[in-house]
């Protein structure tokens, strides 16, 4: 038993280390680049994967990541550069060396290229964009001349497509003598003579089928096509919502013209859930690469916009002072109301924001889910009625203070609950981004609403 007690914390300890650069890792490449130990660095870095890499170079400082990518020297893989955070990315690609980032860059897809170039200054996008051929150049920039956040930014240009009268021989023999096929793919599409997309069907039904099968008879059901200039977020959806792999991308003549993969579905909708949380607390889109003054830009606005809020909270308190100045007790409990009522208007607009995002919150059950959080608020606001009510009455001795603070308590948790639904919806009604706005708005109105019931009802029990 005692072995088992010294050996568990080992274990997870090794379970902590397993998806990131340990700090003895990190402490041996970076004395492999202060000693200018080249052969040393690459050994260590061979085994990891591009995104352990990225996370080592937003790890260091901006001194040590020079020296260390320009003695990785052309070890630098392009996966890397789509793995870096934008804070850091245009650095990068300024310390890197022309003919190591020609050849980085070479190795990506389209889609990821284009992932890289569009955030990009414009010096930057320049210097990518010498790096490639013609014709990829070419892909590329008409790619960067859909809207952004389309399904034209997000798709790869690279489509393995094949005549609709093929066989499972014509196909696998195309397949085959390809120069160069996408480094992931799982369809082969079919098309008409017009490029117009009919269906596509899996790699593995066409490795498990007879050669001689049409492809035709193979199609996958539920097949699905994505405009140019469809939202990515809509893309995403689409693909979380029916399970998909991947689906061709058509213009405005129904043509093929690119592809989209899961994984790049699934980053648009990670981006999606990071981007709400991060909006919800008021720091826009920063990370912890800005720098100094690109923070306090991000943060001063809602720092600012809540700051007006709490003076609206405390312009409602001095309508009481009088009230507070002969009962001291008042001053002591109204934080308790405001604080509850923050919280449960707080739970409430999560659960919104997210089911919104979803499309689970929709027009057909927005006032059943009104109403269930009414009721939530109503069957907490009574639970803590009661404990705040004996609480009050055995400190402070007064039954009549726990009354009021009771009555407050549940008036602000149907009101936090109301608010934490409606806010959102109807900021969403109105076309802006719930996530952006809706906390500022139910703090307010858990705030205003808690104060003027508490100090309202004792103004008219109390005194």
Known sequence: MVEEQHELPEDEERDEDTYSISSRALSSILYAVDTGDREKLIELMEPLHAADIADLLEQVNAYDRRRLILLYGAEFDG???????????????????????????????????VDLVEDLDEDAQAAILATLEASERVAVEKSLSYPEYSAGRLMQREVVMGPEHWTVGQAIDFMRSAEELPQDFYHMVLIDPKMHPVGHVTLGKILGAPRSQPLSELLEPGFRTFRVDESETDVAYAFNQYH?????????????????????????????????????????????????????????????????????????????????ATIVALAVLMPIVASMGGNAGTQSLTVAVRAIATRDLTGANVWRVIRREILVGLANGL???????????FWFGSAELGLVIATAMVINLVVA?????????????????????????????????????????????LL
């Open 79 to 113: 996966e890397i550069l789509s793995e870096l955070d934008e804070g850091i990315r245009d650095e990068v690609i300024h310390v890197l060396r022309p003919e190591v980032l020609a050849e980085a860059v070479r190795e990506l897809d389209s889609d990821d290229v």
């Open 244 to 324: 998909m792999i991947s689906a061709p991308v058509v213009d405005e003549d129904d043509r093929v013209v690119g592809v989209i993969t899961i994984d790049d579905a699934m980053n648009v909708l990670d981006e999606e859930h990071e981007e709400d949380i991060m909006r919800l607390a008021g720091v826009g889109e920063g990370s912890l690469s800005d720098r100094v003054r690109d923070t306090v830009k991000q943060r001063l606005p809602w720092l600012a916009a809540n700051l007006v809020t709490a003076i609206i909270a405390s312009l409602v308190i001095a309508l009481f002072e009088d009230e507070i």
């Open 383 to 393: 639970f803590f009625a009661v404990v705040m009510g004996l609480v009050s009455f």
């Open 417 to 461: 609950g109301l608010a934490g639904i409606g806010v959102p919806v109807a900021l969403e009604r109105l076309g802006v981004d719930p996530a952006l706005a809706s906390g500022t708005f139910v703090t307010t109105v858990t705030d205003v609403v808690g104060f003027f019931a508490f100090l309202g009802l004792a103004g008219m029990v």
